[in-house]
């Protein structure tokens, strides 16, 4: 345990002028009370407290932080009460530690209305004062840290709620180091056998190919000195965690993934860094659509950076930042900045955003909404990347990464987003479900007549756009949803052989949080509620009785008299995102959103047909193709098709495409559920040591013409 003396020393690094005194008593008072205390892994209780501060001290914060630090869990696991710590430390820090106390009981993850509230808490104590999160991201760091002293299923606990809640949280607060520190460990706990798939294969990789962060930091220095430019270069593997989610993301292997290694470039001046990037493009090729500029364009919580890929040495992808040093601090310390010292007095950087404005940014689209959808749309805001789109006239719009024009439209106003036609995007028109990415120009279409439809509600992603849409779908024809969602429930009780009655009604409106029968058939016939869900919350015992949606009439959208095909070049399935294309005499042809069979059809809108799946639980009848390298050794194909069949997937076809003395390539036709069924068989796959590659198929030269 770090003793007093080496605590005190610590913050003197950065801070000469702090009350040494002030650090002592606190120091002693939280030794005092945890006394007779110990961890699960025997240690002194008191260790924790001090370790907390102790990572806060790497971020150079306040007397007032450390303190708390010391203390916080003094109110909640000792005699000690909020008037003692007041009248020894002073209000301020027992405000703090109360705060925390109180984080500390919030429960952020279980049953979900729960769950909501204590989000609208969370935020709560955040805009009092941000400190109470810092101290609690550190405390979640150092419990992480020595997790595995915890019971299993403690443990398992405490890493979903650090990788849902916590990781994404200190990301959106600038401290991506922490971030990334935090998913890892979680990772660790989540799911072990895939970050040590990753890290044997890293040793391998190394093995062949050296170390390459040396040499290409070396590069890098040599090129910048042949300019003139002062700069201080670093360069790291990029963490487990983050490559594994790449993986997922693009659906690549390992050996497929290419942007492995990173380095960070820390100039002089802000005109340095834009020299800088023109001095790395002009000697490595840069990657197209990698190149982020959040120096002219600074994200919400100070962050500014600017970030590219180029092709380094052998053809290796590498990804580069390049910062001013008091960016940088932002960088590591994001809002947190705000409160650092240096040579004792509060830093002050240009750079690092007010607290109290930042936290408002967040929270003041999130309205008045009940705490599902206050947790719905801080969930959307708050763990998104971001892109930025300018209006016709030049300004920025931050929007979270897949928004589409239309949650740009609601972005400038409300009124804009419910009278919005159509958009273009850098003079094009596209549809209205179109993702938008960095630096696009988007011109909204409006008419004055037009009216939110309910099935924009799939199309957007902020949390300002659905609420608005909901709120105008609302008011629009309250007495129409009331009148349809009675339908609704009338046949959802009779399809499972009960009658609906008034009080069942009102039962089920109290026991979900709304204000009458009104408003809970209001919403049945708006589609935010379905059916079904008042039925389960009656009767819980027909929840895993729902039966299976008809594969035929698994498309919303459709007129009655129409039939639907599945495209061969993307075999869409249930959970992605859809559009149909009419096709005389062979009906409504479905095709995933990004199949790029679509830029076909861009001249003749009128062929396209807005569709949906509908939501519940799929047969496993969708065909997907998956291409399959494997080991060629006795018995590792017979365990490759048990494994398959294990998660619930049909082998319908299997044909081999080529036969290697050391390898077999195939090509799978299995059929799945829906999207969730195919992440979670490639997962599987991915993690078997006897499969080098699988990656899914499509192929735009088999579409229906």
């Known amino acids: 345990m770090i003793d007093v003396e080496d605590l005190i020393a610590l913050i003197r690094n950065y801070n000469p002028r702090t009350n040494a005194e002030l650090i002592r008593d606190a120091y002693e008072y939280g030794r005092r009370m945890h006394e007779g205390q110990f961890r699960h892994s025997g240690e002194p209780y008191f260790t924790h407290p001090v370790a907390v501060a102790a990572i806060l001290t790497e971020m150079r914060l306040d007397d007032a932080t450390i303190v708390t630090a010391l203390l916080h869990d003094t109110i909640e696991d000792t005699r000690s009460t909020w008037a003692e710590v007041a009248q020894i430390f002073g209000r301020e820090i027992a405000d703090l530690v109360d705060g925390v106390t109180k984080l500390t009981n919030l429960q952020l993850s279980g049953a979900h209305s729960k769950q909501a509230e204590n989000f609208r808490k969370l935020f709560m104590a955040m805009s009092r004062d941000l400190r109470v999160i810092l101290v609690k991201l550190a405390d979640r760091l150092h419990n992480m840290r020595t997790i595995k002293s915890m019971r299993p299923d403690k443990q398992q606990q405490k890493a979903r709620e650090t990788m849902d809640i916590y990781a994404p949280l200190a990301g959106r607060m600038g401290m991506q180091w922490m971030r990334e520190e935090l998913e890892d460990l979680a990772f660790k706990v989540i799911n072990p056998e895939a970050r040590n798939s990753i890290i044997r294969r890293f040793v ?12 290409i930091t070396a590069d890098i220095r040599a090129e910048l000195e042949r300019e003139g430019i002062e700069a201080d270069v670093y360069g790291r593997a990029k963490r487990p965690f983050s490559i594994w989610r790449k993986m997922q993301e693009k659906q690549l292997s390992f050996s497929r993934l290419s942007d492995i290694y990173g380095f960070r470039i820390i100039t002089r001046t802000e005109p340095d860094c834009y020299r800088t990037l023109g001095v790395i493009h002009h000697r490595w090729r840069a990657v197209p659509g990698r190149f982020k500029d959040y ?29 001013t040093r008091q960016m940088h601090e932002v960088a590591e310390a994001g809002v947190a900045a705000h409160w650092a010292y240096r040579d004792g007095v509060r830093t002050a950087n240009p750079f690092a955003v007010d607290p109290g404005e930042w936290i408002a940014s967040l929270t003041e689209r999130f309205g008045e909404e009940d705490h599902d959808e206050f947790l719905e749309h801080v969930k959307l805001e708050m763990y998104s990347d971001q892109v930025f789109c300018f209006t016709p006239k030049g300004d920025v719009i931050p929007l979270p990464k897949g928004a589409t024009p239309l949650d740009f439209a609601y972005a400038i106003h409300t009124r804009l987003g419910s009278s919005c036609v159509g958009a273009k995007v850098d003079g094009i028109r596209v549809p209205l479900w179109t993702r938008l990415k960095n630096g696009q120009s988007v011109e909204i279409i409006a008419a004055s007549g037009q009216r939110p439809q309910a099935t924009w509600l799939d199309i957007v992603v902020t949390g300002r756009a659905k609420a608005a849409i909901r709120r105008s779908l609302r008011q629009e024809d ?13 046949v959802a009780f009779e399809h499972v052989g009960r009658k609906v009655s008034d009080k069942a009604l009102r039962t089920a ?6 204000p009458d029968t009104d408003e809970l058939l209001a919403r049945i016939g708006s589609a935010e509620i379905s059916a079904h869900d008042v039925l389960t919350t009656l009767y819980p015992e027909l929840a895993e009785k729902r039966s299976e949606i008809d594969a035929r009439r698994a498309v919303a959208g459709l007129a009655a008299d129409q039939e639907f095909t599945r495209a061969p070049c993307c075999n869409p399935l249930p959970g992605e995102r859809i559009v149909g294309i009419t096709y005389r005499g062979k009906g409504v042809v479905i095709h995933a959103i990004d199949c790029p069979v679509l830029a076909e059809f861009e001249e003749s809108p009128e062929r396209w047909v807005d569709l949906h799946w509908r939501e519940g639980q799929h047969p496993a009848a969708y065909s997907t193709m998956l291409s399959l390298t494997i080991r060629h050794d006795a018995g590792v194909l017979g365990r490759i098709c048990t494994l398959i069949g294990a998660q619930g997937a049909n082998i319908s076809d299997l044909e081999f495409i080529d036969r290697k003395p050391d390898f077999y390539r195939l090509r799978v036709e299995v059929e799945l559920r829906d999207r969730e069924h195919l992440h979670t068989l490639l997962t599987a796959l991915e993690t078997e040591s006897d499969v080098a590659q699988v990656s899914r198929i499509r192929d735009p030269s088999a579409h229906i013409s």
């Open 295 to 323: 120096i002219s364009q600074p994200k919400a919580n100070g962050y500014r950076s600017i970030h590219t890929t180029v092709s380094g040495r052998d053809g290796k992808r590498v990804e580069v930042q390049i910062r």
């Open 478 to 490: 309250r007495t129409r949803f009331i009148r349809l969602g009675s339908e609704l429930v009338r």
């Open 204 to 215: 391998s990789l190394q093995r062949e190919s050296g170390d390459v962060i040396p040499k």
């Open 509 to 514: 409106a109290k026991t979900m949080a709304l």
